[in-house]
């Protein structure tokens, strides 16, 4: 009898692991096993700190989560593994969101890391106004960030992107082996490459991050769809999170570590300058998105995409978490 009942169990189980079952269905019981989390940074940027800082400091697996921490190479590609599925959290920037939002797709925006451009146009030689006619700038494609902060720059300083050649050769990093190649003479640049520039004896023509533009930059993102499956999972991700930025804006030592290890910069006073200029500067204790910054983003964005003007910006935010993280005092307790 014992073994026959042996036997009815054998064929059950089979049944049941053989049997077609619905993704849904699979994903919950994936999860319910522990499923393993991936979140993406997108650049070499000090802004990415806290994502960088939550794993080497093992937060992610304090609070409850088995993550792999993976590099994607810009928003759009992010963008698009996210709505892929290929990837659960991910750095985005305020562009890439609006975008899909134009486009109907499942994006939205959980968290914030700079709520006003974190770059500045820099020169090789001092230059004006009348100096960058003509030149070109190096910069990172359009939609991007950098690109974005180039044209609030040039708006700033009464020019247009016609007034100037616009190359989109890629991120800061790439745009200083190209103003040191002599390649080009003016480029975009943020921290910590904007401090390997002054280093370098380049000069500010506009710091943006002084000109008080809200304007929503690198932010964290996820889909709804996967807010729906895994609600507990992203609470715990955004724990680790601003656990992550208080270590950030408290914690030096630690913060010049990180930063060395993922800009392989190990100069301590441009690492010591990045850690200030994110963590105190630009990164807030509760990192808000902001809808007025998502704005500006729409006013940028239309002239290169049409349908962002219809964007209701309001949908593509869902700051829930970070009110509970706040109304508990959990970030609170964090600063005691």
Not at 14 to 40: H, M
Not at 85 to 100: M, P, R
Not at 133 to 146: F, L
């Given at each position: 009898?014992g ?11 089979a ?10 269905g699979r ?5 319910a096993?522990?499923?393993?989390t991936?979140i ?6 000090g ?7 939550a794993?080497?400091k093992?937060?992610y697996q304090?609070y409850?989560?088995?993550?792999e921490v993976?590099f994607?190479?810009g ?6 593994a ?5 990837l ?34 820099m020169s090789?030689?001092?230059?004006t ?13 359009p939609g991007s ?24 050769i890629?991120?800061p990093?790439?745009?200083?082996s190209?103003?040191e ?7 975009m640049?943020?921290p910590?490459m904007?401090?390997?520039g ?6 500010t ?6 000109l008080g ?5 690198a932010c964290v993102?996820?889909?709804?769809r996967y807010?729906?499956a ?11 999170f601003v656990n ?8 030096a030592e630690?913060?010049?570590k990180v930063?060395?290890k993922?800009?392989k910069?190990?100069?301590p006073?441009?690492?010591?300058k990045?850690?200030h200029?994110?963590g105190?500067?630009m990164i807030a204790?509760?990192?808000y ?8 983003v ?12 219809s964007?209701d ?8 978490f970070l ?5 508990s005092?959990?970030i ?5």
């Amino acid at each position: 009898m014992g073994n026959w009942k042996r036997v009815v169990w054998i064929i059950v189980l089979a049944a049941f692991l053989w049997s077609p079952v619905a993704p849904a269905g699979r994903e919950q019981a994936a999860f319910a096993q522990g499923t393993r989390t991936k979140i993406a940074w997108v650049a070499v940027s000090g802004v990415m700190a806290p994502i960088w800082i939550a794993k080497e400091k093992n937060l992610y697996q304090k609070y409850g989560m088995d993550t792999e921490v993976v590099f994607v190479r810009g928003s759009q590609n992010a963008t698009k593994a996210l709505l892929a599925g290929d990837l659960d959290i991910t750095v985005n920037s305020g562009n890439a969101v609006v975008n899909a939002g134009a486009a109907g797709q499942d994006v939205v925006i959980i968290a914030s890391l700079t709520n006003t451009p974190g770059l500045s146009l820099m020169s090789k030689t001092p230059m004006t106004a009348a100096d960058l006619k003509g030149k070109v700038i190096a910069t990172d494609k359009p939609g991007s960030e950098p690109h974005n902060s180039l044209l609030l720059a040039l708006q700033y300083l009464k020019l247009t992107p016609a007034d100037v050649k616009i190359n989109p050769i890629g991120p800061p990093e790439t745009v200083v082996s190209a103003m040191e190649t002599g390649v080009v003479d003016v480029g975009m640049l943020s921290p910590p490459m904007l401090f390997k520039g002054e280093d370098l004896g380049y000069h500010t023509v506009v710091d943006i991050s002084t000109l008080g533009i809200p304007t929503q930059g690198a932010c964290v993102t996820v889909t709804r769809r996967y807010i729906q499956a895994h609600r507990d999972n992203v609470e715990k991700f955004m724990k680790a999170f601003v656990n992550a930025i208080h270590i950030l804006k408290t914690d030096a030592e630690t913060s010049h570590k990180v930063l060395a290890k993922y800009s392989k910069i190990q100069d301590p006073k441009i690492l010591e300058k990045t850690r200030h200029y994110f963590g105190v500067k630009m990164i807030a204790r509760v990192p808000y998105p902001t809808l007025e910054g998502l704005r500006t983003v729409v006013k940028i964005q239309v002239p290169l995409n049409p349908r962002i003007a219809s964007v209701d910006v309001n949908r593509l935010v869902d700051d829930s978490f970070l009110r509970e993280l706040e109304g508990s005092g959990f970030i609170a307790n964090l600063y005691r």
